[in-house]
């Protein structure tokens, strides 16, 4: 009698984080839907060049030449440029059909006081433009959706850490911002997060052929987003050598020949296309290498690049401009992602103590060495390539936001004692981004003019 008196109650309780999970959910898509109203139309990060590459693809069905200026970036039927061109057209193939199912849409006139003459400024969005924004809003409710997998394969007895890493992803600014926008990053981090959900399956469980060819597969397929991918084929390749069990070093070797096999046939193809075009298997739209700045510009760049990074990866710093104190910001994330930081390194500190098991403390390791990877690709672009990538691109590493926020909810839990009061400080910190994303989207929405905001 007492079992099926207690049936209902382990039920519900069950339920419990699965109605969290669609609260977050839900909030997410309120604000990613309204930070895509607020955004200016075409103001969103490269979304000019964004929806040159789209629209060639959708109506002409050709991939835009490479141009190398901003004012190049230009759509010509059957003769378009994009700066973007640099990149494969997996994200650009999947809005396509979206786009030509809007493409009877009326263009929408976006019009607006320039701050420095006075005078209005306006001019003509393609109409599909403002529907297809919605497929970033999509692409990242399914990121959470795997953040949430992953958070509950890693720590299965701690659901409160299955809703803070869902939560604190969710509500970062800049994971909102980007997923409400036309750009390939919205598909490039929900790659991350899904790779992230196979490396933890196979560390908790062992390695088998399904998930391996599972991960080859989307090794491949985040390859034709962008090439920021590679971060993920040398984790991968790590995750098979530390999967539990007792395979030999013969059948580790035949997985990880096979996942980088299918990495290379669906992924080989597009810097193959880059050589007989460009005669370059890796091209880029703009050079000017940090390296070859004069002196005084270079170090003042490399003194302010770790703090522009930093806050670019988690607040969409320049379109909040002038409405946002940065400075402030700037103090508020460096103290919660040292209090993260302390709390990783005591949750590692005590792993003997606590039994922490193996498959965590390697998800752990590798989120983090999987952000390092991303973020040492990032500076060797500044350095070599465009010194901008070091100011701005900070963005760019929103595809390992995910990674990062995950540990980050493991950290502050184990800081604040795994219990009850973990349970209060990851909800504190949740509302509080909540908070800032709502401000986000006020600073963007005053500064672009949308939701109503006239300039003062």
Same mark, same amino acid.
């Given at each position: ?16 984080? @699965? ?132 958070? =509950? ?5 701690? /659901? ?26 919205? +598909? ?19 390695? *088998?052929?399904?998930?391996?060819? +599972? ?14 991918? &590679?971060?993920?084929? &040398?984790?991968?390749?790590? !995750?098979?050598?530390?999967?539990? *069990? ?17 990495? !290379? ?30 002196? /005084? ?10 703090? =522009? ?41 005590? =792993? @003997? ?10 998800? +752990?390791?590798? %989120? ?5 990877? !991303? ?11 465009? %010194? ?13 936001? /995910? ?43 005053? *500064? ?9």
């Amino acid at each position: 009698m007492a079992e099926h008196e207690g049936t209902p109650a382990k039920r519900r309780s069950a339920s419990l984080p @699965r109605v969290g999970l669609a609260l977050i959910l839900a909030l997410y898509l309120a604000l990613a839907a309204l930070q895509s109203f607020a955004t200016r139309l075409q103001w969103g990060p490269d979304e000019p060049a964004h929806i040159v590459y789209l629209r060639s693809l959708a109506m002409d069905g050709r991939l835009p030449a490479l141009a190398h200026s901003d004012a190049d970036n230009i759509y010509l039927p059957g003769a378009s440029r994009s700066h973007q061109a640099q990149h494969p057209p997996l994200y650009y193939l999947l809005a396509a059909p979206l786009w030509r199912a809007f493409a009877a849409r009326p263009d929408e006139t976006v019009s607006y006081v320039d701050r420095a003459s006075g005078g209005i400024q306006r001019f003509s969005v393609p109409g599909p433009v403002r529907p297809v924004r919605l497929l970033s809003v999509l692409l990242g409710a399914l990121t959470l959706i795997f953040v949430w997998a992953v958070a =509950r394969t890693v720590f299965p007895e701690r /659901p409160a850490l299955w809703l803070a890493a869902a939560a604190l992803t969710a509500f970062t600014p800049m994971f909102t911002y980007v997923n409400s926008v036309i750009n390939n990053d919205a +598909l490039l981090g929900l790659t991350f997060a899904a790779a992230a959900w196979l490396w933890a399956r196979l560390l908790r469980f062992g390695a *088998g052929w399904r998930d391996v060819l +599972l991960l080859g597969l989307l090794l491949g397929l985040a390859l034709n987003v962008k090439q920021t991918a &590679f971060a993920l084929a &040398f984790v991968s390749v790590l !995750v098979l050598i530390l999967a539990p *069990g007792k395979p030999s070093w013969k059948q580790r070797a035949s997985w990880i020949a096979a996942i980088l096999a299918l990495t !290379v046939a669906l992924g080989a193809w597009w810097f193959l296309r880059n050589w007989l075009a460009y005669n370059k298997l890796v091209v880029h739209p703009f050079f000017e290498p940090l390296l070859q700045l004069p002196e /005084p510009q270079r170090s003042a760049v490399l003194s302010a690049m770790p703090a =522009r990074v930093f806050l670019f990866t988690l607040v969409p710093v320049d379109a909040m401009l002038p409405y946002a104190n940065i400075a402030a910001l700037l103090r508020l994330f460096a103290s919660l992602a040292f209090l993260a930081l302390i709390g990783l390194v005591t949750a590692f500190a005590r =792993r @003997r103590r606590t039994a922490m098991a193996r498959h965590e403390a390697l998800s +752990l390791a590798l %989120w983090m060495l999987a952000g390092a990877v !991303v973020l040492a690709g990032l500076l060797w672009n500044a350095l070599r390539v465009d %010194w901008r990538m070091g100011t701005s691109g900070g963005r760019l590493l929103v595809c390992v936001l /995910p990674l990062a926020m995950m540990a980050s909810a493991r950290g502050l839990s184990a800081l604040f004692g795994e219990r009850r009061a973990s349970h209060i400080a990851l909800a504190s910190v949740s509302l509080l981004l909540l908070a800032l994303n709502l401000y986000a989207i006020w600073a963007i929405a005053a *500064g672009y003019q949308t939701l109503g905001f006239t300039p003062p």
